[in-house]
Structures are given as structure tokens and as C-alpha cells.
């Protein structure tokens, strides 16, 4: 299951990962971000020990959203080595995000 965190747990847990991070920017109320969440956890299961995937509340935490420029959501950003790798907005295909995530772990 993706873990969801808050701000403050964002340095430790994506900035300074010791691998890849997806973090899904994400709504209660969003319905693209309620079509996504299956993939999202079916992608964390399948990528654990390979990649973090976390989930992080815009509406909780919308400080830290619009610190890293999310003007809508979902919005997934791939972090590679602490540093911004890719940017996925609105609701995707799986394998979209497979690619991604393949492409760095």
C-alpha cells in the first residue's frame, strides 16, 4: 500500500531516498486522483524494494504542493537521487507509469 506522508516527512523520505520515490499529489475529492489510486497501489506492492511510492494530500499539505510548482492534480513526480526526474499529470495508463518507474529502478 502507498504510504501517505506529510511535509515534513518529504526530506527524509524522498529527498534523501536511497531509491527511487513516486509521489502521487492527490485529493479526497479529485476523481482522476480516485481512478488512479488502484494503480498506485497495485505499483507499490509490485515495486516494493525496488522504489517508495508515497501519496501526499494536497488539500493537507498544499504548502508543499505548490513549493514544487503542482498546478493540478494528480500530479506524480519520479524522484531520482533526491532530484525531480519526471512529471506525470492527470490520470494515466499503468503502463505509463510502469515505463517510468522501470526506466530508473
Not at 14 to 36: I, S, T
Not at 57 to 68: E, I, K, R, S, V
Amino acid at each position: 500500500m502507498a504510504e501517505i506522508i506529510k511535509t515534513q516527512d518529504f526530506e527524509v523520505k524522498v529527498k534523501n531516498a536511497d531509491k527511487p520515490v513516486l509521489v502521487d499529489f492527490y485529493a479526497d475529492w479529485c476523481g482522476p486522483c480516485k481512478m488512479m489510486l488502484p494503480v498506485i497501489e497495485k505499483l507499490a506492492a509490485e515495486y516494493a524494494g525496488k522504489a517508495y511510492i508515497y501519496k501526499i494530500n494536497t488539500d493537507a499539505d498544499g504548502a508543499l504542493a505548490a513549493g514544487l510548482g503542482i498546478m493540478s492534480i494528480p500530479t506524480m513526480i519520479l524522484f531520482n537521487g533526491g532530484e525531480e526526474v519526471d512529471r506525470i499529470i492527470g490520470a494515466v495508463p499503468e503502463s505509463t507509469l510502469r515505463g517510468k518507474l522501470d526506466a530508473v529502478c
